[in-house]
């Protein structure tokens, strides 16, 4: 079910062309980043973004399926995450379950907790992670493209939702829209890494981030995760994924390549040294 979820997304011809154009377009090291953020959930998502001058005024909405495509100016600094449960009428009005910024629709501010967050700082070398800090509401995964240096992929390979701790869960109309961290429910020093806990040393995971940690390996559990949740790269442009597979992420964007070459003609592809037939066996690998 999840993999026809990922193919309906990559036939949209603007987000192929988008993904082509990234992997073989000219760099933007110095000048921009491109940031396509693609809904892969079965729900409708209402992504937040601050500051979001660059990003639709820092709200938009993205059905299942659905993908938006920006760009960034090197400087910026700033989160992406989802929202649920969102209720906006024509003004732009309106609550959500998760991630809420005020009962609007462009964000001005950051999300309500619960909220999984994409976090950013563009600069010759970039910096970006997924943090789940302020707890989880929806898998998130940050794939860098066509980029130079570490250029991991940050974020989710499951659904914390799922398997979210009673005495963490938040729920709605009868199931978990979200997991609350354990900072957030406990406020305690040695849950929030504050007070003699407040160091690297002290402030250890716990079983409540050991569990988020299971669902994202590559993000953000407590607030001194850092060996394995803050990456770098260098003249990248990013894919933003709700409901995401880290290893699945990568293949949508070869997949997306070689099914753009596929609508190219017999004579297009020839001159690259792929034959027809070549290219349809390794097409049938994916």
């Known amino acids: 079910m999840a993999s026809q979820c990922y193919l309906d997304v990559l036939i949209s011809p603007l987000l192929l062309l988008t993904l082509v154009f990234i992997s073989s ?4 090291s110095e000048a921009a980043r491109v940031f396509t953020i693609i809904n892969n959930c079965k729900e409708t998502v209402w992504p ?5 001058d660059n990003f639709n005024g820092g709200g938009f909405v993205l059905k299942p399926k659905q993908s938006m495509v920006f760009t960034a100016p090197v400087g910026w600094s700033g989160r992406i995450w989802g929202r649920t449960g969102c209720n906006f009428d024509n003004n732009g ?3 959500c379950q998760t991630g809420d ?4 629709l462009k964000c001005s501010g950051s999300g309500k907790t619960p ?3 994409a976090e950013f700082t563009l600069a010759s070398l970039d910096f970006y992670d997924v943090s789940l800090v302020d707890g989880f509401n929806l898998p998130i995964t940050v794939t860098p493209i066509n980029g130079k240096g570490n250029c991991s992929v940050a974020g989710c390979d ?7 701790p009673a005495e963490l869960s ?5 199931k978990t829209v979200g997991c609350r961290s354990a900072c957030d429910v406990f406020n305690t020093d040695e849950y929030c890494c504050r007070g003699v806990y407040g ?4 402030c250890q995971p716990t079983y409540y981030s050991k569990k988020f940690k299971e669902a994202c390996p590559k993000a953000y559990s407590y607030a001194y995760d850092d060996p394995s949740s803050i990456f770098t790269c260098s003249g990248t442009d990013y894919v933003v994924a709700f409901c995401s597979n880290r290893l699945v992420n990568i293949q949508i964007l070869q997949f997306s390549a070689l099914l753009f070459l596929l609508i190219m003609s017999r004579a297009w592809l020839m001159p690259y040294g792929i034959g027809y037939k070549n290219f349809r066996t390794r097409l049938r690998a994916f």
């Open 199 to 202: 160091n690297a040393a002290v």
């Open 101 to 104: 910024c005020g009962n609007t």
């Open 115 to 117: 909220a999984s967050l």
């Open 93 to 95: 009005v309106g609550p």
């Open 48 to 52: 937040g973004v601050t500051p979001g």
């Open 158 to 164: 499951g659904d914390l939702r799922s398997t979210c």
């Open 25 to 28: 377009g000219p760099e933007l």
């Open 170 to 174: 938040v729920r709605a109309k009868g």
